[in-house]
């Protein structure tokens, strides 16, 4: 992807990524029923680090990668423990909170001013959170405060590779996260190596998907398309991704959120549109890869 796309190309490169990134609630939410979330981790992050293993890496690249390492693995094992407990469209539109949190916390981070519109949309997606996590099958569940801790975590993750992308190049420091995350999954997983000899081929299937499509392709497709769509646009598209994730989840695991959880999940995107809708005058805030 050395050759320059076209904005239109860009655009849909990032919706299909937003896809991919949709498809994998419902593959993790199968995935846990026959390996530990750890396991799954570790094999998925080892995988994609092998993958990217050609991607050059100075020295000064590695301790930003390892910061972003930390935060990332905090959100996919806040995510995978969470999904055990709830369902994954529901994990998808909570994950999806970190779009409103992201300006609040840059505000609290670096001390930059916080438009109105961005404290309104964090209390309309607390109100359509509410309808989602007291309504629908699962009802109120410990696995929906893991996923919120997940958008904690992703949000401070947005931030702070905002401010390394400044330093580095993006896919270099897509490739040094992700050996941090790899050692840390390997970490937890590791009173749990004896069950990798069960692993199924169904399983063995998704960690491939999680690892290259998932993580590793996407994180090369979303650098190139990135290059020629500003950053609030590929904020806008990436609001897609909870509603791919329902879709995912209704057709294949007949999943539903209910009418007041459609409501409420109506409400969560719509406060993710309005965090990210600027007038021209403002400075959009960074939308660098999320971890999926």
């Known amino acids: 992807m050395s050759a320059p796309l076209?904005?239109?190309?860009?655009?849909?490169?990032?919706?299909?990524?937003?896809?991919?990134?949709g498809s994998t609630f419902v593959i993790v939410k199968e995935t846990l029923a026959t390996l530990s979330p750890a396991l799954l981790l570790a094999l998925r992050f080892s995988v994609a680090a092998l993958l990217l293993v050609w991607?050059?890496?100075?020295?000064?690249?590695?301790?930003?990668?390892?910061?972003?390492?930390?935060?990332?693995?905090?959100?996919?094992?806040t995510q995978t423990v969470g999904m055990t407990m709830t369902t994954a469209s529901k994990a998808a539109f909570i994950t999806g909170f970190s779009v409103v949190l992201t300006p609040l916390l840059?505000?609290?981070?670096?001390?930059?001013?916080?438009p109105a519109r961005a404290y309104v949309a964090a209390l309309t997606a607390l109100a359509g959170l509410g309808l989602m996590t007291s309504t629908g099958p699962v009802g109120v569940s410990a696995g929906d405060f893991w996923v919120l801790g997940t958008a904690l975590a992703y949000a401070l993750y947005i931030i702070y590779?905002?401010?390394?992308?400044?330093?580095?190049?993006?896919?270099?420091?897509?490739?040094?996260?992700?050996?941090?995350?790899?050692?840390?999954?390997?970490a937890w997983a590791w009173?749990?190596?004896g069950d990798l000899r069960g692993i199924t081929p169904g399983a063995a299937f998704s960690v491939l998907y999680l690892a290259a499509v998932?993580?590793?392709?996407?994180?090369?497709?979303?650098?190139?398309?990135?290059?020629?769509?500003?950053?609030?646009v590929a904020a806008l598209v990436f609001v897609l991704e909870p509603v791919f994730a329902a879709g995912f989840a209704y057709v294949l695991l007949g999943e539903s959120l209910g009418f007041w959880g459609w409501v409420g999940a109506a409400l969560v995107g719509a406060a993710m549109l309005l965090s990210e809708l600027r007038v021209r005058a403002e400075e959009p805030l960074p939308a660098p890869p999320t971890p999926h």
């Open 55 to 77: 991607v050059p890496l100075p020295r000064a690249v590695w301790r930003a990668g390892l910061v972003l390492g930390v935060l990332s693995f905090l959100g996919f094992a």
């Open 191 to 193: 009173p749990q190596l």
């Open 106 to 114: 840059s505000a609290l981070w670096f001390r930059l001013r916080v």
């Open 214 to 232: 998932a993580t590793a392709l996407v994180a090369v497709m979303q650098i190139a398309a990135q290059r020629v769509v500003a950053a609030h």
């Open 6 to 21: 076209s904005p239109r190309l860009g655009l849909v490169l990032l919706v299909v990524i937003t896809l991919i990134w």
């Open 161 to 186: 590779t905002g401010e390394a992308a400044q330093r580095h190049g993006a896919l270099a420091l897509s490739a040094a996260q992700l050996w941090p995350m790899a050692a840390l999954a390997w």
